[in-house]
């Protein structure tokens, strides 16, 4: 027998639903913090922050514009942004950190940040199209695949594909725009 599916967590109206964000999000949202400031303290700070942001604002929460996770992922970048700045006003506070883990850990780059988190969000947004205007993106942009290549396997003609391709990032745009991620 297997064991029950996961709960998908959507919002956080419950302490309950809360622990269940925790366990899905906290480990990823740890790492990406560890990256970013390069302490284990900085890291756990910022995830229990993040959480704490969210409860605040629990009630802004639109899940048709962004899946808990993304919502999570934006709130930590912002966490993370705050926490570097303080740092950078306060370099004392660098001295106080964990060194063996600073000089375990990453560098904090925050490009890094970015970049994971861009593409949380295109992944969020993609689920949004259909599945033919979905596919053509990926092959063609994402798998970095030759029109006539994906064409041949869809079985369409590349004009066909080109074109789902040209209004696949209409949509993908409508919807970044939607969810509100600037370029």
Excluded: C
């Excluded at 700070?45 to 962004?66: K, M, P, S």
């Excluded at 994906?150 to 939607?178: D, H, N, Q, W």
């Amino acid at each position: 027998m297997s064991p029950p599916p996961a709960r998908v967590v959507t919002d956080l109206s419950t302490p309950e639903a809360v622990r269940a964000a925790y366990a899905a999000h906290g480990d990823e949202l740890y790492r990406l913090s560890l990256r970013a400031l390069g302490d284990q303290g900085g890291a756990q700070d910022a995830v229990q922050e993040t959480f704490l942001r969210a409860w605040r604002a629990r009630e802004t929460y639109d899940v048709g514009r962004a899946s808990l996770r993304t919502w999570l992922f934006q709130i930590a970048r912002n966490v993370v942004v705050d926490a570097q700045r303080a740092r950078g006003s306060r370099p004392w506070l660098r001295a106080l950190a964990d060194h063996p883990t600073l000089e375990e850990a990453a560098p904090a780059v925050p490009d890094g940040w970015e970049e994971q988190l861009r593409r949380i969000l295109v992944e969020d947004a993609l689920r949004r199209l259909g599945e033919d205007h979905r596919r053509a993106l990926a092959e063609t942009y994402l798998a970095d695949r030759p029109y006539p290549e994906v064409a041949a396997e869809l079985g369409i003609p590349e004009s066909t594909l080109r074109s789902r391709v040209f209004y696949g990032l209409k949509a993908l745009r409508v919807v970044m725009e939607e969810m509100e991620v600037r370029p």
